[in-house]
């Protein structure tokens, strides 16, 4: 039986419109065509609780699901705006729920929300393009989420804010210099939640796209000095994640294997998948 996925878009309707128009899909639902890339017989449905007025499932509803993915977001959580709180909301129902849950950034960020943990701005700064020299913890060493990383890997990656005070139940996986939450386990009533603060679905094509928008932060925080350096670097990630064999710009860029192969760049989804969903869907006798 053909794996069914929930994606809960984190973003309000103007940025995932606008992510649609540069792009071609919102981040929703390019998130579901990565998980269909994995698993090619699943389905999804996408929620938007971040929409006032939005369907969303009650505890019954989430259960019916095998797996459960939470994207990125535009958002802060520390805001606690109506927009926010709802989907903190909603991420306690999926706890209540007991079915798999994946979250990717503002996921990883409203897992630990909903657990008791707390979100606030990075003092060290963004973390923008790609999170570098990615280390697994002692933990993080024997988990499943990350079978086969190596010792240190980047993945991409754009966020401000981090996990800064930890919930109760907690296993902390990975870490970098700049965030000492990268990858965790969370237990909460029940539920079992895996996420990374990082964005293993995004390809170089996608996260051009992204940076492209976000010339004007890049600009005034300094990590390009002008329009012609914003240009330049983004069209070479454009061409990377066309022509992956580019060895001159994966020199340049500090990148290998683990960002411009597809199937190691998903690595944590398809762990998620391999490991958590389909022997969880069994015991649910959801075979």
């Known amino acids: 039986m053909a794996l069914r996925f929930l994606v809960v878009e984190g973003n309000v309707k103007g940025p995932r419109e606008r992510h649609r128009?540069?792009?071609?899909?919102?981040?929703?639902?390019?998130?579901?065509?990565?998980?269909?890339?994995?698993e090619p017989d699943s389905i999804y449905d996408v929620a938007f609780p971040a929409d006032e007025g939005a369907n969303l499932p009650d505890v019954a509803g989430l259960e019916s699901y095998d797996g459960i993915y939470l994207t990125g977001s535009a958002l802060n959580a520390y805001h606690a705006t109506p927009e926010i709180l709802r989907q903190v909301d909603l991420m306690r129902a999926v706890f209540k729920s007991r079915t798999p849950v994946f979250g990717s950034c503002w996921g990883l960020q409203m897992g630990a929300l909903a657990a008791g943990g707390d979100v606030q701005a990075n003092p060290l700064g963004r973390e923008v393009g790609f999170a570098r020299r990615l280390t697994k913890t002692e933990a993080g060493e024997s988990h499943p989420l990350l079978e086969g990383r190596p010792d240190s890997w980047d993945a991409?990656?754009?966020?401000?804010?981090?996990?800064?005070?930890?919930?109760?139940?907690?296993?902390?996986?990975?870490?970098?210099?700049?965030?000492?939450?990268?990858?965790?386990?969370?237990?909460?009533?029940?539920?079992?939640?895996?996420?990374?603060?990082?964005?293993?679905?995004?390809?170089?094509?996608?996260?051009?796209?992204?940076?492209?928008?976000?010339?004007?932060?890049?600009?005034?925080?300094?990590?390009?000095?002008?329009?012609?350096?914003?240009?330049?670097?983004?069209?070479?990630?454009?061409a990377m994640g066309e022509d992956p064999t580019r060895r001159d710009l994966a020199w340049k860029h500090g990148l290998d294997a683990e960002i411009l192969d597809p199937t190691k760049r998903l690595t944590e989804l398809r762990n998620f998948i391999t490991h958590y969903v389909k022997p969880t869907k069994s015991a649910r006798g959801r075979a």
């Open 21 to 38: 128009d540069t792009y071609g899909k919102t981040y929703s639902d390019s998130y579901g065509a990565t998980l269909q890339g994995i």
């Open 156 to 238: 991409p990656a754009i966020h401000l804010d981090l996990v800064s005070t930890l919930p109760g139940d907690v296993t902390v996986l990975a870490k970098n210099s700049l965030t000492a939450v990268q990858a965790a386990e969370i237990r909460h009533e029940g539920g079992v939640f895996w996420g990374v603060q990082y964005h293993p679905e995004f390809s170089l094509q996608e996260l051009s796209v992204i940076l492209d928008r976000y010339k004007p932060t890049l600009l005034a925080e300094g990590f390009v000095q002008s329009d012609l350096d914003h240009a330049a670097y983004v069209a070479e990630l454009r």
